[in-house]
């Protein structure tokens, strides 16, 4: 838990829905996440957990992703 409320203070506490590109994508959140010992496994269901559902998924228009 402390992962998830860790993750959810440090990538999605700026979001704003109203400007979708500024959401983390789910790989810099996963790449933070095993950074600080979590599994690959477990840093990729946390970044789904946290990731907000009306979100587009795929790639980010510019390329990044």
């Known amino acids: ?9 440090q990538w999605w506490s700026t979001y704003d829905p109203d400007e979708p590109n500024t959401a983390p994508t ?3 959140v ?4 095993t950074s600080i010992g979590a599994s690959t496994k477990l840093a ?11 979100l587009r998924t795929g ?7």
């Open 59 to 65: 790639r980010r228009k510019g390329g990044a992703y």
């Open 26 to 28: 789910n790989n810099a």
């Open 1 to 9: 838990m402390e992962l998830l409320a860790d993750a959810a203070t």
């Open 44 to 54: 990729d269901s946390i970044a789904s957990i946290l990731r907000a559902d009306d």
């Open 30 to 33: 996963i790449e933070y996440l």
